[in-house]
Structures are given as structure tokens and as C-alpha cells.
């Protein structure tokens, strides 16, 4: 069975300090990594994706993928108040778009 | 970037009732559709990939005979849940992609929160 890790959280951290979110997943032939941000009540909303080892930075969020450790990370630098939300991690493991979620981390910035 | 409009937004009525939901791509074709349920404090859970033209597929413990997708066009499916209990109540949401493109992420419409009474 193909499963997605992440802490369930609450992660808190104060305002201005980076965020730091991680996922694990199992199957090694998945392919895309995708992060999402759902606010309460709402739907959720790609954040970033990336698929080749290493790091892809987009403004104040960096993602980072290791492959050989299966493991997948989100950075939140200059953290702020709105970006207290819940973090959902998802993976592709084929070309046919099926994506496998984590749990979600849930994140509280503190002013 | 990429629309999927879901509607409607919120449903409530009694408990034997059918309810549609409607799933569109409004700035491009989507050849696969997915839709998601999420209890409360929980994950999204996959209940059913639809693909333009043929029959859903449905994930394990998803009865296929009470959630009837239908995905007639290239930027509609409909979701329809029948004879809809108190335990059907949840959030609904639908994606949207293309095949082919597993890279690519799926666009997520607005979810439908359903109440059945």
C-alpha cells in the first residue's frame, strides 16, 4: 500500500522564523511531489511541485526532494500569521495524475 | 492559471435525497477528473477517477452504485450521490487534469460541503 507521512502537528512558530513542514513517502517509483495549502473550510491550493532531487525556490517557499530517502520537504522562510494553515502533502507515483495525500501538517504562525 | 469551478458550494437537504455535483474546467480540457471526500480534521480521500468517455474508476470501498460519476465532455464531470445519508455528509471536492502530464498538478475546484439532515 502506497502511504504518505506527515507530522499531523500543530507546528508552531513565531512570526519572521522559517517553517519547516516534512513528508515521507513509500513507494520509490513515485515520480511528482506536490504541496498544498488548505486553509479551514476551504479547498486546497498547490503551494509548489517538483520532481528532480534537490531544491526549487519559489519566493519565501523552498522545496526540497531526496529520492534515496524518499522524503520531501517545504520551507516557509519569513514566516507570517496568514500562512497559518494546514500543509497537505501529496505524490504521484504514475503518469496518470492519481496523487496519494499525506495527512497534513497544520502550522500556526505567531505574531 | 488553470480554473476548476465546482458547484454548488454548499447543499443541505434530507436524507434519501440525490444530489449533483458539478465539476467544470473552464480554461482548458480536462481528460481526467478526480473526486476527493474529507471528513472533518482528516486528509482528502480519493473516491474516483473519471476519464472523458469511459467508465470511473472507483478506489477500494467507494460503492460505485451510490456515487455515480459521470465525465460526458472534456470540461464537465458530475458527481451524484444517491439516496444520500447522514453519513454521506462531508466535503466534496473535485480536480482536474490532463493525462499524460502526471507532472503537472491537479487544480482543485472549491469542494461542495454537503449536509444531509
Known amino acids: 500500500q502506497k502511504e504518505v507521512e506527515q507530522n499531523s502537528g500543530p507546528l508552531s512558530v513565531p512570526e519572521g522564523a522559517i517553517a519547516s513542514l516534512n513528508c515521507t513517502y513509500s513507494?520509490?517509483?513515485?515520480?511528482?511531489f506536490f504541496w498544498y495549502r488548505q486553509y479551514s473550510g476551504k479547498s486546497p491550493e498547490l503551494i509548489m511541485f517538483?520532481?528532480?532531487?534537490g531544491d526549487k525556490e519559489d519566493g519565501r517557499f523552498t522545496a526540497q526532494l531526496n529520492k534515496a530517502s524518499q522524503y520531501v520537504s517545504l520551507l516557509i522562510r519569513d514566516s507570517q500569521p496568514s500562512d497559518s494553515a494546514t500543509y497537505l502533502c501529496?505524490?504521484?507515483?504514475?503518469?496518470?495524475?492519481?496523487?496519494?495525500f499525506g495527512q497534513g501538517t497544520e502550522l500556526s504562525v505567531k505574531p | 492559471g488553470a480554473v476548476v469551478s465546482q458547484h454548488p458550494s454548499w447543499v443541505i437537504c434530507k436524507s434519501g435525497t440525490s444530489v449533483k455535483i458539478e465539476c467544470r474546467s473552464l480554461?482548458?480540457?480536462?481528460?481526467?477528473m478526480f473526486w476527493y471526500r474529507q471528513f472533518p480534521k482528516q486528509s482528502l480521500m480519493l473516491m474516483a477517477t473519471?476519464?472523458?468517455?469511459?467508465?470511473?474508476?472507483?478506489e477500494q470501498g467507494v460503492e460505485k452504485d451510490k456515487f455515480l460519476i459521470n465525465h460526458a465532455s472534456l470540461t464537465l464531470s458530475t458527481l451524484t450521490v444517491t439516496s444520500a445519508h447522514p453519513e454521506d455528509s462531508s466535503f466534496y471536492i473535485c480536480?482536474?487534469?490532463?493525462?499524460?502530464?502526471?507532472?503537472?498538478?491537479?487544480?482543485f475546484g472549491d469542494g461542495t460541503r454537503l449536509s444531509i439532515l
Open positions: 480554461d482548458f480540457q480536462a481528460t481526467t
Open positions: 517538483i520532481y528532480s532531487n
Open positions: 501529496a505524490v504521484n507515483y504514475n503518469q496518470g495524475g492519481k496523487l496519494i
Open positions: 480536480s482536474a487534469g490532463i493525462l499524460g502530464q502526471g507532472h503537472q498538478p491537479q487544480h
Open positions: 473519471s476519464n472523458e468517455g469511459s467508465k470511473a474508476t472507483y
Open positions: 513507494d520509490r517509483g513515485s515520480q511528482s
